[in-house]
């Protein structure tokens, strides 16, 4: 395969490596009630919470996580001020001292 052929694959490689990224929602760009319905309409989806930072965030009442995890309140920056979402964790155990 010629360099030029390569390079241009590389090349298109990347560009669309670029647009997959731009294409992620940013809660910081959406109100609270948007990034909440996102994820009420879609079940799940991966969103961008800051430059560098994104996680999937889930429906509170469903079946999106896997045992044992549990969907797990946290707020994440919205156009709007934090908003309260859902994320997979595993629960803590509750023992007492």
Same mark, same amino acid.
């Given at each position: ?9 590389? #090349?298109? /490689?990347?560009?669309? %490596? ?6 992620? +929602?940013? &809660? ?5 009630? =948007?990034?909440? #319905?996102? /994820?009420?309409?879609? %079940? ?6 800051? +430059?560098? &930072? ?5 429906? =509170? ?15 994440? +920056? ?20």
């Amino acid at each position: 395969m010629p360099i030029r052929q390569i390079m241009f694959c590389s #090349a298109a /490689i990347v560009i669309a %490596h670029t647009n997959f990224a731009d294409a992620r +929602p940013d &809660t910081r760009k959406m109100t609270c009630a =948007q990034t909440q #319905a996102l /994820i009420q309409g879609q %079940h799940a989806a991966v969103l961008s919470t800051g +430059p560098n &930072t994104y996680d999937r965030y889930v429906r =509170q009442f469903g079946n999106e996580c896997d045992a044992p995890a549990v969907p797990m309140a946290r707020y994440v +920056p919205a156009s709007d001020g934090q908003c309260r979402v859902y994320r997979c964790e595993e629960a803590s155990p509750m023992v007492p001292n």
